[in-house]
């Protein structure tokens, strides 16, 4: 069963504005973490930003911040301020708690939001 | 620059031919990882090592075939593929103990089988 889920196919925003991805995961783990990666067309899939189970605050990276509601495992992915290079496939993935700290790459991925900013 | 390398970054393979996918990281990493993102598909984790030891196979067909020689190479050999092979291949490592960064990828094989 597909346990991350991103609803949006594609999305459009215009240059300068904020843009919402949405996120919803399914885990039984109390111990998880949670990230989000951006892969542009030349394939390379670069970490964005990175929130674990536990942390009782929002992760923010420079212009991303990471809308964190446990409760309803959420995990949305807010961009500030949108620039033409930001345009990209966005990828929501989650590590669960099972195996070794050797592993910490195992992940599993949604289906990915095609962000596009127009200008 | 990446610090995951991945060669070739385009390969056109008939079903009967042999080939190789290599990955190189110098990061320092113990694991490393070869994944599979098919058009219209999320990216599926094919196989895990640890420190030169394969540590999970997510039922791969035995057409791939991973090698790990040390810890700073990995190699996909590949033969008789399909078609529904044709994917982007991503390899990736990950540190020990460090859960923040997750993964860190290469750019990818773009794999066409013909």
């Known amino acids: 069963a597909q346990k991350i889920t991103q609803t949006q196919p594609g999305m459009f925003v215009q240059e300068k504005e904020a843009v919402t991805l949405d996120c919803t995961y399914d885990t039984s783990d109390q111990s998880y973490g949670l990230f989000w990666y951006k892969q542009p067309s030349s394939g390379e899939m670069i970490f964005l930003i990175y929130?674990?189970?536990?942390?009782?605050q929002n992760a923010t990276e420079g212009r991303y911040s990471l809308n964190f509601q446990k409760a309803r495992k959420s995990a949305n992915l807010v961009i500030s301020a949108s620039q033409l290079g930001d345009s990209a496939m966005y990828f929501c993935a989650m590590r669960e708690a099972g195996g070794t700290t050797d592993s910490w790459g195992k992940l599993q991925f949604g289906a990915g939001t095609q962000v596009v900013v127009t200008p | 620059e990446t610090g995951v390398t991945q060669t070739p970054r385009h390969l056109v393979m008939g079903m009967t031919n042999k080939k190789s996918l290599k990955c190189e990281q110098h990061l320092g990493h113990n694991a490393m990882y070869w994944y599979k993102q098919s058009a219209k598909k999320p990216l599926e984790l094919m196989f895990v090592?640890?420190?030169?030891?394969?540590?999970e196979n997510n039922s791969v067909p035995s057409r791939f075939s991973p090698e790990c020689p040390n810890s700073s190479h990995l190699f996909l050999h590949l033969h008789t593929l399909q078609p529904e092979d044709s994917a982007l291949y991503l390899c990736a490592s990950s540190p020990s103990g460090d859960r923040v960064v997750g993964a860190f990828f290469g750019q990818g094989t773009r794999l066409t089988v013909v």
């Open positions: 090592y640890n420190f030169k030891e394969q540590t």
């Open positions: 929130q674990g189970s536990y942390d009782e």
